[in-house]
């Protein structure tokens, strides 16, 4: 990766710490992708004891588990601490009256691509929009399919290269400098998944498409998300105003029927990990192939 596009964990930390008070009410979109995921399950048969939500945010996905995987234990883990604190309170209200008890959802704060949780730990792994903020995808996929049992699910989504292209745009003809994160394409993506050991992946996209007033309007809606720009290689200091009136200038040129589009390349994927083959006896099979040379 760019050193440019190195995303600094510190940094996207401290501003999903600042965002997790109001993220509900600002991440339409994200939430909108949970109840597409969400959707997703109904095809898949699986019955998990434990689910790991990787990158759970405040928890959107947690009514949606609770309600298709009522007796399954779920482990919310998130980079941000504040992020996780909402997420664990998710057992009370509704949750508590479908007979959940507290002992069902383990908060964890931590990183996906050194997950502090034990190996074969889980039935399935979700991770919704998550991935993107990792330096490693290789690695944190790797951490992925070490933690998911023989037979587990690995469900997830992520942005793709298209992602805010139009503010990227924008900014380039700016300043040129790095204002929006690089994504990895989907085929990029399901060649990882082969490589760290996952079967059959299967991965798909879909472009949606938000409209604004004003850029400022999709930029505060970015930093209600705790979405800062948090590479290596982004400006120091705020953007100045001469600066962020070229930005409004050179995006005025998309405006269509008086809004503003902004896209979002949304990719999903999905792949198992593999069950060890065994004989009629139930002992493991192992192939042995002969030494080449």
Same mark, same amino acid.
Not at 25 to 48: F, G, H, S, T, W
């Given at each position: 990766?760019?050193?440019? #596009?190195?995303?600094?964990?510190?940094?996207?930390?401290?501003?999903?710490?600042?965002?997790?008070?109001?993220?509900?009410?600002?991440?339409?979109?994200?939430?909108?992708?949970?109840? %597409?995921? =969400?959707?997703?399950?109904? #095809?898949?048969?699986?019955?998990?004891?434990?689910?790991?939500?990787?990158?759970?945010?405040?928890?959107?996905?947690?009514?949606?588990?609770?309600?298709?995987?009522?007796?399954?234990?779920?482990?919310?883990?998130?980079?941000?601490? *504040?992020?996780?604190?909402?997420?664990? *309170?998710? !057992?009370?209200?509704? =949750?508590?009256?479908? /007979?959940?008890? $507290?002992?069902?959802?383990? @908060?964890?704060?931590?990183?996906?691509?050194?997950?502090?949780?034990?190996?074969?730990?889980?039935?399935?792994?979700?991770?919704?929009? +998550?991935?993107?903020?990792?330096?490693?995808?290789?690695?944190?996929? @790797?951490?992925?399919?070490?933690?998911?049992?023989?037979?587990?699910? =690995?469900?997830?989504? &992520?942005?793709?290269? $298209?992602?805010?292209?139009?503010? %990227? *745009?924008?900014?380039? +003809?700016?300043?040129?400098?790095?204002?929006?994160?690089?994504?990895?394409?989907?085929?990029?993506? /399901?060649?990882?998944?082969?490589?760290?050991?996952?079967? $059959?992946?299967?991965?798909?996209?879909? #472009?949606?498409?938000?409209?604004?007033?004003?850029?400022?309007?999709?930029?505060?809606?970015?930093?209600?998300?705790?979405?800062?720009?948090?590479?290596?290689?982004?400006?120091?200091?705020?953007?100045?105003? &001469? !600066?962020?009136?070229?930005?409004?200038?050179?995006?005025?040129?998309? !405006? %269509? $029927?008086?809004?503003?589009?902004?896209?979002?390349?949304?990719?999903?994927?999905?792949?198992?990990? +593999?069950?060890? !083959?065994?004989?009629?006896?139930? %002992?493991?099979?192992?192939?042995?192939?002969?030494?080449?040379?």
């Amino acid at each position: 990766m760019n050193d440019l #596009y190195v995303v600094d964990k510190r940094v996207a930390r401290r501003a999903f710490e600042h965002a997790a008070a109001g993220y509900d009410a600002a991440a339409v979109l994200q939430n909108e992708i949970c109840r %597409r995921m =969400l959707a997703r399950l109904d #095809y898949i048969k699986l019955e998990p004891a434990t689910i790991l939500d990787a990158g759970c945010g405040t928890g959107n996905a947690i009514p949606g588990f609770a309600e298709r995987f009522p007796r399954a234990s779920i482990v919310a883990l998130d980079l941000a601490l *504040a992020m996780v604190r909402r997420a664990r *309170a998710r !057992r009370t209200g509704w =949750l508590g009256r479908l /007979g959940w008890r $507290d002992g069902r959802i383990t @908060a964890v704060c931590g990183d996906i691509e050194r997950l502090p949780v034990a190996s074969a730990r889980a039935d399935m792994v979700w991770s919704n929009l +998550a991935l993107q903020w990792v330096n490693e995808p290789p690695r944190a996929f @790797a951490e992925l399919r070490r933690v998911l049992r023989p037979g587990g699910l =690995l469900m997830f989504s &992520s942005f793709g290269p $298209d992602t805010l292209k139009e503010l %990227r *745009a924008a900014y380039a +003809a700016a300043d040129g400098l790095a204002h929006v994160h690089r994504f990895i394409d989907m085929h990029d993506l /399901g060649d990882m998944l082969v490589k760290a050991g996952f079967a $059959d992946p299967v991965m798909d996209m879909e #472009y949606v498409t938000l409209t604004y007033a004003t850029v400022r309007d999709l930029m505060r809606d970015l930093k209600a998300i705790g979405a800062h720009n948090a590479a290596r290689g982004r400006p120091a200091g705020l953007t100045g105003k &001469s !600066r962020l009136a070229a930005v409004e200038r050179n995006y005025e040129a998309l !405006r %269509r $029927d008086g809004r503003l589009p902004a896209t979002f390349e949304v990719i999903y994927g999905h792949a198992w990990t +593999a069950t060890p !083959r065994v004989s009629s006896t139930g %002992r493991p099979v192992i192939d042995i192939r002969p030494r080449r040379g």
